[in-house]
């Protein structure tokens, strides 16, 4: 499934860093929002603020793949600050509902 244009990651965090780690968040994704490959992000903290899941969608899987290379955003992805990794997906649409 390295075929996606859409990444999700989701950590466990230390609810005393978490406002840290959507800040590191916030900082990546702004840059990456300049890319011309870049779609659409969004960040997500579950309601007990002990784990944080982010989605990317990029144009294409070249696009996705091209940003998963960046030392910043592989250094923010693999070693977010007061979090654990817990799971890495690549996702395929197969179904859209427009507003």
């Known amino acids: 499934m390295s075929e996606s ?8 965090v230390d609810p005393a860093e978490g406002a840290a780690a959507v800040k590191r968040l916030d900082e990546m994704l702004g840059e990456l929002a300049k890319d ?3 779609v659409s992000a969004r960040v997500l ?3 007990d603020h002990t784990s944080l899941a982010a ?3 990029m144009r294409s899987v070249q696009d996705r793949q091209r940003l998963e290379d960046l030392p910043d955003v592989r250094e923010t992805l693999d070693h977010l600050h ?6 890495v997906r690549l996702y395929e649409e197969v179904a859209s509902y427009p507003a």
């Open 36 to 38: 011309p490959g870049f």
């Open 5 to 12: 244009p859409v990444l999700i990651h989701v950590w466990e």
């Open 55 to 57: 989605t990317v969608e």
């Open 82 to 87: 007061g979090t654990a990794n817990l799971v």
């Open 45 to 47: 903290e579950s309601a």
